[in-house]
């Protein structure tokens, strides 16, 4: 089952930022002042740069020499403008004073830097030396502070104040800050200081004992580090936090911040990696500054795989120096405080595969507490605590709402609860009920059913047969999941969903695979079987299970002629697109064998349901009739299932959320 990110959660991190209210017209009005701020800087600044920057050994022997010179003007001490002669005509102004706008800027056609203006005047005699009075050019000088400077000092400011106002209000980087761009090198770190914020407790994390029992030690460090250190045991400055997403990793290091009563620093990884260079490292810099300043003190670094990745390696082509700039800080900062100063170091990734090796170095972070997905009692424990705040009807059962959601985070089951609440406020009813869970958990599941949806006739029959061919495949297939029941009522993005109480198990076996998969192609087969055409609509189900066969043949070792050899890389340091671990011929033979074993499982699939062909077609008049099947009518039509085991499971669809995730065993 695929994870769902908590979006409806208030607290959950990853809820969509509100668009900010200055909808698409308003980057439009960016666009226009920046275009009229560039024209307007290339038209006033030109005069200053239209002048050609000049040696003085050309001034010499082109200019002066020739007497091509009419008049310099000494501008500021600084430089000297050259007016030659064909301009002089033109140029209204001689009279020393601060020019107007245009006139010296249109005349002058050379310039030079001078050193010094004694130098310049001495140099300027010597080369004018034998010149005959009237051809000797005079001098002016000047001084401008008028508005060329100042404003080509004004413009580029503005331009980039208002190039970043852009950026930060593309990036929504809102943020504590508002974007403010005063505070781009600060770190956006939330404190929440002692007794205010950071009100959770243990009491809040449900489950996770293992995982609690060891994070109490770094509670223990924070409050009680004489004991340690006194016997000159070294307290660890960094723990990492493992484990799938919503599994509570940002919960449990607030409920030690809240635990041991200190203030509590929290950044997410991806906060690093702006687009702005030197931003990521003067971050990290600053939130180290912070909590060294408060100690004893918590940072805790969500998403430190955002940062953390290892060097040089993925990524692509290029390596990503600003990342790899916020790494190396970061390492440095690590090592910069002192064992004992009581800051502590918390981070959370769900890929502690592809951090960089330096990290988990001794020293820095080299505690890992693994957090892992709920059991069922876990889940109940969980389901204990997001029900307390809701009002619930006598009918809601946690243990059968543990038993109903088989492979949930907590971040999903604190979702399930929120959005029972929101169903049963929807019916304006005074208290949630055990139906509005279950239709919570399928909207998180599957989406929200898209009654609306027009579907022609004909393509709703071939949606049908397609999921009755799922669920007759799977009923009479004894390694698949147990069926709950079939609809055609679309969904999120699937128009149809075969729905299944998946065993929790750590281990598939390879006849399990197959029947999984002969279960994934049900569809396609009862369409090619029954209208002896096929469509698009099994895109889904044939990626899913050409990855399975993939995966089967090249990671699990489960292929006849490949035999036990496993090409999958747990260290993610492999970069695949610069060459494969294996040769041409070994590619070549895992095409073949995972395209056979699908074929075969294809093959087994039609054979199933031409021997089924009447369930098959009583099943999806079923469908056509009253678009949901439920579990009680299929064992009417379908006859009894002969069930593997007595399963704890819950629901899966026939959307790309559900099933085995191939990529772990
Ligand atoms: N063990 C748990 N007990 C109670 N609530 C939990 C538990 N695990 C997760 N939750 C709920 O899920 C929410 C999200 O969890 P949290 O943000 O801690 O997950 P995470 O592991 O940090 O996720 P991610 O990997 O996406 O950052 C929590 O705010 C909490 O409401
Ligand atoms: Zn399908």
Not at 142 to 148: A, H, L, P
Not at 228 to 236: S, V
Not at 403 to 413: N, Q, T
Not at 642 to 647: G, P, R, S, V
């Amino acid at each position: 089952m695929k994870q769902q990110s908590n979006t409806n959660t208030p607290k959950g991190k990853k809820a969509p930022k509100p668009n900010p209210p200055s909808g698409g017209l308003g980057y439009y009005w960016v666009y226009l002042l920046l275009f009229i701020f560039l024209m307007a800087f290339t038209f006033f600044s030109n005069p200053i740069s239209g002048a050609k920057e000049i040696s003085w050994t050309f001034l010499q022997d082109s200019l002066l020499t020739q007497q091509k010179v009419s008049k310099i003007t000494v501008v500021n001490r600084e430089f000297a403008e050259i007016f030659t002669k064909n301009q002089a005509v033109k140029d209204p102004s001689s009279t020393g004073q601060a020019p107007s706008w245009f006139s010296s800027v249109e005349s002058a056609k050379y310039r030079i830097t001078i050193g010094s203006v004694e130098n310049f005047e001495s140099k300027l005699q010597t080369a004018q030396a034998d010149f005959s009075p009237e051809d000797k050019i005079d001098i002016q000088y000047q001084n401008r502070t008028s508005w060329i400077s100042l404003l080509s000092w004004i413009f580029p400011i503005a331009l980039l104040i208002l190039f970043w106002f852009f950026i930060l209000k593309r990036m929504g980087s809102g943020g504590p800050m508002g974007g403010s761009m005063l505070n781009i090198g600060k770190s956006t770190a939330k404190l929440v200081e002692k007794g205010t914020k950071s009100t959770v407790t243990f009491n809040d994390v449900a489950g996770l004992k293992e995982a609690k029992a060891e994070v109490m030690e770094v509670v223990d460090f924070l409050k009680h580090p004489e004991t340690y250190t006194e016997l000159g045991a070294k307290i660890p400055k960094g723990v990492m936090l493992v484990g799938p997403p919503g599994t509570g990793k940002t919960l449990i290091a607030k409920a030690v911040a809240g635990e041991a009563q200190v203030p509590f620093f929290s950044m997410s990884g991806s906060e690093f990696v702006e687009m702005f260079v030197g931003v990521g490292a003067s971050r990290v810099r600053d939130l180290f500054k912070r909590a060294k300043e408060k100690t004893p003190s918590i940072i805790f670094i969500d998403e430190i795989d955002a940062v953390g990745r290892s060097r040089g390696k993925g990524g692509g082509f290029q390596s990503n120096d600003e990342r790899e700039n916020t790494l190396n800080q970061l390492l440095t900062e690590l090592d910069g405080f002192g064992p004992n100063t009581g800051v502590i170091v918390l981070a959370a990734t769900n890929r502690p595969d592809v951090l960089d090796k330096a990290l988990l170095r001794p020293g820095r972070f080299d505690r890992h507490i693994y957090l892992e997905l709920p059991t069922k009692e876990e889940r109940m424990e969980i389901f204990k605590v997001h029900l307390r705040p809701l009002k619930l009807a006598k009918d809601v059962d946690v243990v059968s709402l543990a038993e109903l959601s088989p492979g949930f985070s907590g971040a999903d089951i604190a979702n399930i609860c929120n959005e029972a609440a929101l169903i049963a406020a929807r019916k304006k009813k005074k208290t949630v009920h055990y139906h509005d869970f279950l239709e919570a958990r399928d909207r998180i599941v599957g989406g929200m059913e898209r009654k609306s949806k027009i579907i022609s006739p004909k393509e709703k029959e071939t949606v049908a047969y397609h999921e009755a061919g799922h669920a007759v495949v799977s009923w009479y297939l004894k390694h698949v999941d147990s069926l709950v029941k079939v609809s055609i009522i679309p969904r999120g993005k699937s128009l149809g969903s075969t729905w299944y109480l998946p065993e929790e198990r750590q281990i598939v076996t390879k006849a399990q695979f197959i029947d999984q998969m002969c279960a994934s192609l049900g569809g396609r087969a009862a369409e090619e079987i029954v209208f002896d055409e096929i469509s698009s609509g099994a895109l889904d189900d044939l990626e899913k299970v050409t990855k399975q066969a993939y995966a089967m043949v090249s990671y699990y070792g489960l292929d006849k002629k490949i035999g036990p050899m496993s090409f999958y890389d747990s260290s993610g340091q492999n970069n695949q697109l610069l060459g494969k671990p294996y040769s041409e011929a070994m590619a070549e033979l895992i095409d073949n064998e995972a395209q056979a074993l699908i074929q075969t499982a294809y093959e087994k699939t039609k054979t199933l349901l031409l021997r089924h062909r009447n369930e098959l077609e009583n099943l999806a008049q079923l469908l056509l009739k009253q678009e949901v099947v439920e579990k009680d009518d299929l064992e009417k039509l379908l006859g009894k299932r002969i069930e593997n085991k007595t399963k704890d499971n819950s629901t899966h669809d026939d959307s790309p959320l559900s099933l085995l995730n191939t990529h772990k065993p």
